[in-house]
Structure formats: C-alpha cells, structure tokens
C-alpha cells in the first residue's frame, strides 16, 4: 500500500478527534456522529457537492455544518471537528477520515471488519446466514459489511483485513484475458 500526503494527514485528524473522545469519554457518540454525516454524505448529493466544493468558503461551510449539527444532535467535539476541517480546508478528506476512525475505533475494540461484495442485493435471511458463518469462523468479534458491486458479474468477494477471497466472475473473466495476452 502505498501511503500519500493526504493518508498521513488524515491519520493526524483521526488521532486527534480519537484522543479527544477518548478523554472525553464519548467515543460512541463521536463514532455514531460520523456515522450519520458520513451517511448523510453517501445518500445526499447535493450535501456532498456543496461539502466538497473547494468553491464554497470555509465560513459557508461552517454555516452549513452548523445546521446540520443542530439537526442531526451531533456532540459538540464532533461540530468543532467538523469546523476545524472546513476551517483548513480538509473537508475533502472527509470520507477517508470516516474510513480510517471507524477502522481504528473497531481495531481498538478487537473488532474485525469483514467486506462481502456481490453484485446483487441478496435477502436479509441470507444476510443472517453469511454473517452467522463468518463470525463463527472468526476468532474475534466481526463487523460484515455488505456491498453492491455490478461490476463483479456474479459471484462473491470477501475481504478480511488484508486478505481478500475473490470468486467473482469478473476476476475469472480477467484471468483469461489476461493468458490470452
């Protein structure tokens, strides 16, 4: 893997924020808050547009936040937060910050997370049933995110730290082009 700029930037901010939390004691509050922005971000396009508009100032950014703190009850370590990236101009690291407090938040609690892509949605007693047979192959507790991807044509790929199972058709459809090379 390789590491930018911007992944030691992020690792800082998400230092910080978790130190703060920590201190604080309000580690879940923190981690739901990001949770609802980072959702919030995902399903509204606008939000996401306006959030990551080098356009807009960091001052209509924070107006911005602001209102959507209010609305969406968040503590005040996550508003200031929020402020303190739209103040240096970081809120494009937004996602990956997210990313990175969630993986270490999980890490720290000994929870494993676990990708199973597929490229269809799949039924909620499916759903029970895969995460029941990962967690029971998992020493450790497990976190199974499920994921949409058409792109893998059918099949399944399942990512566990930095092991990543792929039976997708389109990894075999590659390997073929690929020999054919």
Same mark, same amino acid.
């Given at each position: 893997?390789?590491?930018?700029?911007?992944?030691?930037?992020?690792?800082?901010?998400?230092?910080?924020?978790?130190?703060?939390?920590f201190?604080? *004691?309000?580690? /879940?509050? $923190? =981690?739901? %808050?990001?949770? #609802?922005?980072?959702?919030?971000? !995902? +399903?509204?396009?606008e939000?996401?547009?306006?959030?990551f508009s080098?356009?807009?100032s960091?001052?209509?950014?924070?107006?911005?936040?602001?209102?959507?703190?209010?609305?969406?009850?968040?503590?005040?370590?996550?508003?200031?937060?929020?402020?303190?990236?739209?103040?240096?101009?970081?809120?494009?690291l937004?996602?990956k910050?997210?990313?990175?407090?969630?993986?270490?938040?999980? *890490?720290?609690? /000994?929870? $494993? =997370?676990? %990708?199973?892509? #597929?490229?269809?949605?799949?039924? !909620? +007693?499916?759903?029970?049933?895969?995460?029941?047979?990962?967690?029971?192959?998992?020493k450790?507790?497990?976190?199974?995110?499920?994921?949409i991807d058409?792109?893998?044509?059918?099949?399944?790929?399942?990512?566990?730290?930095?092991?990543?199972?792929?039976?997708?058709?389109?990894?075999?459809l590659?390997?073929?082009?690929?020999?054919?090379?």
């Open positions: 893997m390789i590491i930018t700029g911007s992944d030691e930037v992020v690792k800082r901010y998400v230092k910080a924020l978790q130190n703060l939390a201190e604080e *004691k309000k580690e /879940n509050k $923190i =981690k739901k %808050d990001l949770s #609802l922005v980072d959702e919030l971000v !995902k +399903k509204n396009k939000f996401k547009k306006i959030i080098p356009i807009v960091p001052k209509k950014h924070q107006e911005i936040l602001k209102l959507v703190s209010k609305s969406l009850k968040m503590d005040q370590i996550t508003e200031n937060f929020l402020f303190l990236l739209a103040f240096n101009k970081r809120l494009l937004l996602e910050i997210i990313e990175f407090y969630n993986d270490i938040s999980s *890490k720290s609690k /000994n929870i $494993i =997370k676990i %990708d199973v892509i #597929l490229p269809n949605a799949i039924s !909620k +007693k499916d759903i029970k049933s895969i995460e029941n047979k990962l967690r029971s192959d998992v450790n507790k497990a976190k199974v995110n499920f994921i058409k792109n893998i044509i059918s099949g399944f790929i399942v990512k566990l730290g930095s092991t990543m199972m792929d039976f997708s058709m389109k990894s075999k590659d390997k073929i082009v690929n020999s054919l090379r």
